[in-house]
């Protein structure tokens, strides 16, 4: 089974606005040979890579980390359904495996850690009857500058997504959090003690890219970060909002080529032997509770890459 999500990787035409989109956005860049990658601030491994390949964008591959004896099951699951393993899509890469799901997305397996994250002190807040924080402002300072602390989930189209579960269950040894109803949309944890998704599923008639998400320290924070991004020119697509798939609190912005990333703050986090019972959820209450722009707009189930 993989035990943590690592990195999303697209093909898109023009590194350049790559570079200003992920920096505004609050990631680190570094460079490759027709390639950038971004990394949150403190982690150790590329979360974000864009390879330039001249034409519009399109989901390139994503990777995975386990420890080698679940490497070894893995490749024992894929040997036993004839999944062939293939040869890395560009050199200097981690060891590891290469294969492709039942879309034919490209998928990477490799042995690693799964990436800790600092602890932080909550800021301490007022609730009705419990004042706990007194004789202290609780506005953060105006010069915050809010930085995304990890690469969490992301979401791809699927023209099947009880396929697409399926073969991550069954296959890669993922567990299913959560499902929208008629097969719009399914939402899959690591097996260990995981956040509520790490990978989903959108129905669509191509597969394709639909958003990466990272995690931010409030709901102050997103929406600091989310004026950033306006302030520098990027399209707002949904929120602040609160999903009920999750429970994370959120704010999607369009990427240069109309796929997204989001803020999230809050999500569901659950633990290996918790007896976590699925639920199937409509489109209305799956998506969310609230959002202050009201329900998605038309076009954010919208596969571009189809396009
Ligand atoms: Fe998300």
Same mark, same amino acid.
């Given at each position: 089974?993989?035990?943590?999500?690592?990195?999303?990787?697209?093909?898109?035409?023009?590194?350049?606005?790559?570079?200003?989109?992920?920096?505004? %956005?609050?990631?680190?860049?570094?460079?490759?040979?027709?390639?950038? +990658?971004?990394?949150?601030?403190?982690?150790?491994?590329?979360?974000?890579?864009?390879?330039?390949?001249?034409?519009?964008?399109?989901?390139?591959?994503?990777?995975?980390?386990?420890?080698?004896?679940?490497?070894?099951?893995?490749?024992g699951r894929l040997g036993s359904r004839g999944v062939?393993?293939?040869?890395?899509?560009?050199?200097?890469?981690?060891?590891?495996?290469?294969?492709?799901?039942?879309?034919?997305?490209?998928?990477?397996?490799?042995?690693?850690?799964? +990436?800790?994250?600092?602890?932080?002190?909550?800021?301490?807040?007022?609730?009705?009857?419990?004042?706990?924080?007194?004789?202290?402002?609780?506005?953060?300072?105006?010069?915050?500058?809010?930085?995304?602390?990890?690469?969490?989930?992301?979401?791809?189209?699927?023209?099947?997504?009880?396929?697409?579960?399926?073969f991550?269950?069954d296959v890669?040894?993922?567990?299913?959090?959560?499902?929208?109803?008629?097969?719009?949309? +399914?939402?899959?944890?690591?097996?260990?003690?995981?956040?509520?998704?790490?990978?989903?599923?959108?129905?669509?008639?191509?597969?394709?890219?639909?958003?990466?998400? %990272?995690?931010?320290?409030?709901?102050?924070?997103?929406?600091?970060?989310?004026?950033?991004?306006?302030?520098?020119?990027?399209?707002?697509?949904?929120?602040?909002?609160?999903?009920?798939?999750?429970?994370?609190? %959120?704010?999607?912005?369009?990427?240069?080529?109309?796929?997204?990333?989001?803020?999230? %703050?809050?999500?569901?986090?659950?633990?290996?032997?918790?007896?976590?019972?699925?639920?199937?959820?409509?489109?209305?209450?799956?998506?969310?509770?609230?959002?202050?722009?009201?329900?998605?707009?038309?076009?954010?189930?919208?596969?571009?890459?189809?396009?």
């Amino acid at each position: 089974m993989v035990q943590s999500l690592q990195r999303l990787a697209l093909g898109i035409p023009d590194l350049q606005v790559g570079a200003e989109f992920y920096t505004t %956005f609050g990631m680190n860049m570094y460079e490759g040979k027709d390639m950038l +990658a971004f990394r949150c601030d403190n982690r150790k491994h590329d979360e974000i890579v864009l390879i330039e390949t001249g034409q519009s964008r399109k989901f390139h591959h994503i990777a995975f980390a386990t420890d080698a004896p679940d490497l070894e099951d893995l490749k024992g699951r894929l040997g036993s359904r004839g999944v062939q393993l293939l040869d890395p899509p560009y050199e200097d890469q981690e060891d590891g495996i290469w294969f492709r799901d039942p879309d034919g997305n490209l998928v990477n397996v490799h042995i690693g850690p799964a +990436a800790s994250i600092e602890a932080e002190t909550p800021p301490v807040i007022n609730t009705p009857g419990i004042t706990k924080r007194v004789n202290e402002r609780g506005c953060p300072p105006f010069d915050m500058n809010p930085r995304p602390r990890r690469f969490g989930h992301m979401i791809l189209f699927t023209p099947d997504v009880p396929a697409q579960t399926k073969f991550y269950i069954d296959v890669v040894g993922m567990k299913l959090s959560d499902w929208i109803a008629d097969g719009y949309a +399914a939402f899959l944890r690591t097996a260990g003690d995981s956040d509520h998704h790490v990978l989903g599923f959108l129905n669509a008639s191509t597969p394709g890219f639909h958003h990466a998400s %990272f995690e931010m320290s409030s709901i102050d924070e997103t929406e600091i970060a989310a004026k950033r991004l306006l302030g520098n020119g990027f399209k707002h697509a949904w929120g602040p909002g609160r999903h009920g798939v999750g429970s994370n609190y %959120f704010h999607y912005f369009r990427d240069p080529w109309n796929g997204m990333a989001e803020y999230f %703050f809050d999500i569901d986090y659950l633990t290996e032997d918790f007896d976590w019972e699925p639920t199937e959820w409509t489109k209305q209450s799956g998506m969310f509770l609230w959002a202050a722009d009201g329900p998605p707009p038309p076009d954010f189930g919208t596969n571009y890459e189809a396009e």
